[in-house]
């Protein structure tokens, strides 16, 4: 079985690993009070070109969504998210269980639209509803898309213009930045978001996410936040030491160049077989629409997710490419997929 299903199926990079076990034995202060931390953040700061941000590093994305955002909002207010957002639907309701309801509108091919965010803005009026106050954005989104500088513009302006707070959800950060025609960059992140993270999970990390706060407003007190959400791992330096590792050479975009790359030679073959697509094509995310008769024909030898039903006799499917997936296994997939032509 060949495994297209996500971006987190392999374990490490081997750098990453070869770094943890240098370090094996060696002792450091624990809670992310090490040097290791320390100079990963350094490293972070001259990404995003500004040394004025705090950042705390998490084991999980879900971990650091629910934490910000509860650390970032008063009882009575509420997050904004489009209604295939991660906050929404992937989380478990983590964010709603700290107390604060996630508002939905709809999404256009997973991205977040003005009209719509000035539409549920104007809906929560008063005292007797949740107020708008943090809008949250996923780059890439679930769909594999991607926003461009203009259109985050545009949603940081609406938000700093109505006293709303800007976070954006880097879990696939490293894709987005590395896809092609993309003009994403840490540092404009760092410029129009009050916060935002950096995925490492999903792009050839053991595990970690590092959040980025900007705001100052949003500093303070922010690690009693962590230590009482459960967030504050022991063994803080596992974390400084992998970020260590991604920035200190490209390591971060060299990885997600590799499954972007990966991806568009999939993509290559579905256009070639003028397989209809379900979202833009743009990153390390695929979402093709098959047959049924033809789905459970690939499932026989390779696992992906099977996202959406259309009609009786169709459905999309997520085919996720990822740092280490191999050529052969791609050459294998994009074999399979030319035996299928529409009609």
């Not at 006293?163 to 950060?173: Q, S, T």
């Not at 996410?209 to 967030?231: H, S, T």
């Not at 093709?288 to 390779?302: D, H, K, V």
Request: proline share 3%; aromatic share 10%; charged share 20%.
């Amino acid at each position: 079985m060949i495994h297209f299903t996500s971006d987190y199926t392999e374990g490490a990079a081997p750098e990453i690993l070869a770094a943890l076990s240098e370090i094996n034995l060696h002792q450091y202060s624990g809670y992310g009070t090490d040097p290791l931390c320390e100079e990963a953040k350094k490293l972070i700061s001259y990404e995003i070109e500004s040394e004025n941000a705090d950042i705390h590093f998490f084991v999980g994305g879900t971990q650091c969504n629910m934490t910000f955002i509860a650390a970032s909002l008063r009882p009575h207010e509420a997050v904004v998210a489009v209604d295939t957002g991660h906050i929404a639907v992937h989380e478990t309701g983590a964010v709603e269980s700290t107390g604060h309801k996630v508002l939905t509108i709809p999404a256009a091919d997973g991205k977040m639209r003005l009209e719509d965010l000035e539409m549920i803005y104007n809906l929560h009026r008063d005292e007797h509803m949740v107020k708008p106050r943090l809008i949250y954005l996923s780059q890439t989104t679930e769909l594999g898309t991607v926003y461009q500088q203009k259109e985050l513009n545009q949603i940081a302006d609406f938000a700093h213009n109505h006293g709303m707070l800007l976070y954006i959800d880097g879990a696939r950060l490293g894709s987005a930045l590395t896809a092609e025609k993309s003009d994403c960059t840490l540092a404009h992140l760092a410029k129009v978001a009050d916060a935002f993270s950096i995925g490492g999970t999903k792009n050839g990390m053991l595990f970690g996410e590092a959040l980025v706060i900007v705001n100052d407003a949003l500093k303070p007190d922010f690690r009693y936040f962590i230590k009482q959400k459960g967030g504050l791992l022991a063994k803080g330096w596992l974390l400084g030491l992998q970020f260590q590792v991604m920035f200190r050479d490209g390591l971060y975009y060299r990885l997600a160049e590799h499954a972007n790359e990966q991806s568009r030679k999939i993509y290559a073959v579905l256009e070639e077989c003028r397989i209809p697509m379900f979202a833009e094509a743009v990153s390390n995310q695929l979402f093709p629409i098959f047959p049924w008769s033809f789905i459970m024909e690939l499932a026989q030898n390779f696992s992906f997710e099977i996202i959406e039903k259309i009609g009786a006799d169709k459905a999309v499917i997520r085919l996720v490419t990822s740092w280490a997936t191999a050529d052969h296994d791609v050459e294998i997939l994009c074999t399979w997929l030319r035996k299928f032509q529409v009609e």
